[in-house]
């Protein structure tokens, strides 16, 4: 159980470790961040949660009602498309991921069976050599 535990917690530690860099650069002025999957989910919904907020409270105003309801609508939008788009590529990843882990499992778990076959083969042949044929 230690060895799960363990193995767990090393493959949580590569898979949502952030490997690349995000980044802009307008001019001489230039971001660039680390990020994981979660991180940039959590900066697009902070960007579309402002825009909503925003475009909601131009919505009270007179002049702005047509821009606040545009960015209203455009932060939803701009909301369902990315951030999915993202957490579907992210998803797939991680399930890779887990099918590598559930792979060595099973290839763990069939290493044990034919390493139990052969000794039982082993002792068969110890009462009856000429069960099997020839030894291996």
């Known amino acids: 159980m230690a060895r799960l535990k363990e193995l767990y ?45 925003v475009g909601a409270a131009f919505t009270f105003l007179d002049g702005t009602r047509e821009l606040g309801i545009a960015m209203v609508v455009g932060a939803m939008f701009t909301a369902g498309s990315v951030i999915v788009q993202y957490w579907a590529l992210r998803t797939a990843v991680e399930i890779s991921a887990d099918e590598r882990l559930e792979d060595h499992f099973i290839h763990e778990d069939v290493d044990d069976v034919v390493r139990r076959l052969k000794d039982v083969r082993s002792a068969i042949r110890g009462i009856d050599p000429h069960l099997f044929g020839s030894p291996d």
């Open 9 to 53: 917690s090393r493959y949580h530690a590569v898979v949502h470790v952030p490997r690349s860099y995000w980044g802009a650069r307008y001019g001489p002025v230039r971001l660039q961040a680390r990020m994981s999957s979660l991180r940039i989910a959590q900066v697009f919904i902070t960007f579309c949660a402002l825009t909503f907020g």
